[in-house]
C-alpha cells in the first residue's frame, strides 16, 4: 500500500506550539514515517496565538533546513509547505501579493475557524473561490455549534469547501479531545469528511496517530473509502495544476 499523505501537520521546528528545536523537529519526522507517512504538508500555525511565522517564506526557508537535516539523518519523508492559517483580515492582502501560504503552494489552503463562536464565512469563501482558492476546514469536529447546524455544512460543501478530520478525533480519547470523537466519526458517515490527517504536534500526547485511525476506518467504512480519506485526497490536494477532474469524498461531487 501507498503511505500516508498527511496535509496537516505541526512538525517545523520553532514556529508554534510544534516541536521546539531542529531535534524534536527530526523526532516527530521519524514518528511520522513509522506511522506510514510518506508525504507530509508542514502546516504551523499562522496568525494565531501559538504562531511565530507570519510570512510563508519563513516556512519556505525552515522547510529547507528540516530537508537537509532529516537526508542528513536517513529519514525518508517527503516534505512540503503550508499552514493552518487561522481566519484573518490579512488573507487577501496575503492573496493580493501572491504570498498565501496554501498546501503545497498549490490551491488549497487549510483554514482554521474559531470552534465555539458561529461565523458566517459564505462570502468569505466566495471571495476566495473567485480567486481559485478552494478551502478545507480543519478540524470541524470540534466545532460546538454544529449540534444544531449541520445545514450549514451543506451550504460551504456547495462552494466546493473540504473538510478535515484529524486521526486521533477518531479514536478513543480522555478530555477535550475525546469529546471529539463522536463528531469526528459524524463526518465520515454522513459523507462530508474529505480528508483525514494527522494534527501532530509531538511524539507524546498529540503524537501522529494515522495508522491506527486508518485500520478502524477501513473497518468501519471499508477499505475503498478509507483509503479515499487518507491517501488519495489528500494526494489531490497537494497537487498544484487545476483540479477539476479530481473527486472529493462528499457524495461524489466534483472539487473543481
Ligand atoms: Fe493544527
Same mark, same amino acid.
Request: hydrophobic letters at 40%; one cysteine or more; proline letters at 4%.
Given at each position: 500500500?501507498?503511505?500516508?499523505?498527511?496535509?496537516?501537520?505541526?512538525?517545523?521546528?520553532?514556529?508554534?506550539?510544534?516541536?521546539?528545536?531542529?531535534? +524534536?523537529?527530526?523526532?516527530?519526522?521519524?514518528?511520522?514515517?513509522?506511522?506510514?507517512?510518506?508525504?507530509?504538508?508542514? $502546516?504551523?500555525?499562522?496568525?494565531?496565538?501559538?504562531?511565530?511565522?507570519?510570512?510563508? +517564506?519563513?516556512?519556505?526557508?525552515?522547510?529547507?533546513?528540516?530537508?537537509?537535516?532529516?537526508? $542528513?539523518?536517513?529519514?525518508?519523508?517527503?516534505?512540503?509547505?503550508?499552514?493552518?492559517?487561522?481566519? /484573518?483580515?490579512?488573507?487577501?492582502?496575503?492573496?493580493?501579493?501572491?504570498?498565501?501560504?496554501?498546501? /503545497?503552494?498549490?490551491?488549497?489552503?487549510?483554514?482554521?475557524?474559531?470552534?465555539?463562536?458561529?461565523?458566517?464565512?459564505?462570502?468569505?469563501?466566495?471571495?476566495?473561490?473567485?480567486? *481559485?482558492?478552494?478551502?478545507?476546514?480543519?478540524?470541524?469536529?470540534?466545532?460546538?455549534?454544529?449540534?444544531?447546524?449541520?445545514?450549514?455544512?451543506?451550504?460551504?460543501?456547495?462552494?466546493?469547501? *473540504?473538510?478535515?478530520?484529524?486521526?486521533?478525533?477518531?479514536? $478513543?480519547?480522555?478530555?477535550?479531545?475525546?469529546?471529539?470523537?463522536?463528531?469526528?466519526? +459524524?463526518?465520515?458517515?454522513?459523507?462530508?469528511?474529505?480528508?483525514?490527517?494527522?494534527?501532530?504536534?509531538?511524539? +507524546?500526547?498529540?503524537?501522529?496517530?494515522?495508522?491506527?485511525?486508518?485500520?478502524?476506518?477501513?473497518?468501519?467504512?471499508? $477499505?475503498?473509502?478509507?483509503?479515499?480519506?487518507?491517501?488519495? /485526497?489528500?494526494?489531490?490536494?497537494?497537487?498544484?495544476?487545476?483540479?477539476?477532474?479530481?473527486?472529493?469524498?462528499? /457524495? *461524489?461531487?466534483?472539487?473543481?
Amino acid at each position: 500500500m501507498q503511505g500516508f499523505i498527511d496535509i496537516h501537520c505541526h512538525c517545523l521546528p520553532d514556529l508554534d506550539d510544534g516541536p521546539e528545536d531542529m531535534e +524534536q523537529a527530526i523526532a516527530l519526522c521519524r514518528a511520522l514515517v513509522e506511522d506510514g507517512i510518506e508525504t507530509v504538508v508542514a $502546516t504551523p500555525h499562522m496568525f494565531n496565538s501559538f504562531s511565530d511565522a507570519t510570512d510563508i +517564506q519563513i516556512v519556505l526557508h525552515v522547510v529547507d533546513q528540516l530537508r537537509v537535516r532529516l537526508q $542528513t539523518e536517513g529519514v525518508t519523508l517527503n516534505l512540503l509547505p503550508g499552514a493552518e492559517v487561522t481566519l /484573518n483580515d490579512q488573507i487577501f492582502d496575503l492573496l493580493k501579493r501572491g504570498q498565501l501560504p496554501t498546501l /503545497n503552494q498549490g490551491q488549497f489552503l487549510l483554514l482554521e475557524i474559531p470552534s465555539s463562536l458561529y461565523m458566517d464565512i459564505t462570502t468569505i469563501l466566495e471571495k476566495l473561490n473567485d480567486h *481559485g482558492i478552494r478551502c478545507i476546514l480543519a478540524h470541524p469536529e470540534r466545532w460546538g455549534y454544529l449540534k444544531k447546524n449541520w445545514a450549514v455544512l451543506d451550504r460551504w460543501t456547495k462552494l466546493g469547501v *473540504g473538510f478535515q478530520i484529524s486521526a486521533s478525533s477518531l479514536l $478513543t480519547g480522555a478530555g477535550w479531545f475525546g469529546r471529539m470523537k463522536s463528531p469526528a466519526w +459524524q463526518f465520515v458517515e454522513k459523507g462530508y469528511a474529505t480528508v483525514i490527517a494527522s494534527d501532530a504536534h509531538d511524539i +507524546q500526547d498529540r503524537r501522529p496517530r494515522m495508522r491506527q485511525a486508518y485500520r478502524i476506518l477501513a473497518k468501519r467504512i471499508g $477499505t475503498a473509502r478509507a483509503l479515499q480519506l487518507c491517501i488519495h /485526497n489528500p494526494q489531490c490536494l497537494i497537487r498544484k495544476d487545476r483540479l477539476s477532474e479530481h473527486r472529493n469524498s462528499v /457524495n *461524489g461531487e466534483s472539487l473543481g
